[in-house]
């Protein structure tokens, strides 16, 4: 198991926050140094006050940052490490769980996300991954594909399937938790299905 204690590892949650039964939540509780970005409104969010919360949690880690984003987190992530060069140099790596389609939702007006823009389809500035499922109905599995690329996520990565669903937290179980290696240019990247067995560039899926 890698030396996570090196890190900052930081939560980003998406619309609505990460729920008890999130798998943001479980990780919480497997890794107990593991810290979440509060946000002021959850269900309203705002970009500007979004990315100043970040700003501020990367500004005050004594160590290098890791984000865990899912799905408007994600977008956050994306937009703010793209804004924020500097800061953003003190990010070690993302892992990128569930990318909403924004380009889907920008011009919604029922959309409770107003003002984030669309996806930025550039190489982000720290090591990604990106995680997501053939069955998400805010994104396609082919889009989160070209975000990946785009990002410069390894390919072996955006291949992978797990249930990556936004409510329930059974999908990343508390032993993928335990399993994941940290994606960094310091660290391995690799990472298990929920049986435990390795994925590498070339493995088959993981089941659903």
């Known amino acids: 198991m890698n030396d996570l204690d090196k890190f900052s590892v930081l939560i980003v949650p998406g619309l609505g926050g990460s729920g008890p039964e999130h798998w943001h939540t479980f990780w919480e509780a497997a890794f107990p140094q593991f810290q979440r970005l509060q946000q002021a409104d959850w269900d309203k969010p705002d970009y500007a006050d979004w990315?100043?919360?970040?700003?501020?949690?990367?500004?005050?880690?004594?160590?290098?940052?890791?984000?865990?984003?899912?799905?408007?987190?994600?977008?956050?992530?994306?937009?703010?490490?793209?804004?924020?060069?500097?800061?953003?140099?003190?990010?070690?790596?993302?892992?990128?769980?569930?990318?909403?389609?924004?380009?889907?939702?920008?011009?919604?007006?029922?959309?409770?996300?107003?003002?984030?823009?669309?996806?930025?389809?550039?190489?982000?500035?720290?090591?990604?991954?990106?995680?997501?499922?053939?069955?998400?109905?805010?994104?396609?599995?082919?889009?989160?594909?070209?975000?990946a690329d785009a990002w410069g996520a390894p390919s072996r990565f955006a291949a992978m399937i797990m249930r990556a669903t936004r409510e329930s937290g059974s999908p990343m179980p508390r032993q993928v938790a335990t399993s994941i290696a940290i994606p960094s240019s310091r660290l391995p990247t690799y990472s298990f299905c929920p049986s435990g067995r390795s994925m590498t560039n070339g493995s088959p899926a993981c089941e659903p």
């Not at 892992?95 to 029922?110: G, H, K, M």
């Open 51 to 147: 990315a100043a919360r970040l700003t501020a949690f990367v500004e005050k880690s004594p160590q290098p940052v890791v984000l865990v984003a899912h799905s408007l987190g994600t977008t956050l992530t994306m937009r703010w490490s793209l804004e924020n060069p500097d800061h953003a140099k003190r990010v070690a790596g993302a892992f990128l769980v569930a990318p909403s389609d924004r380009d889907r939702f920008a011009n919604d007006p029922d959309s409770p996300v107003q003002g984030w823009g669309n996806m930025i389809l550039k190489k982000l500035p720290f090591p990604t991954m990106v995680l997501a499922s053939r069955d998400d109905d805010r994104v396609s599995f082919e889009r989160a594909q070209a975000f």
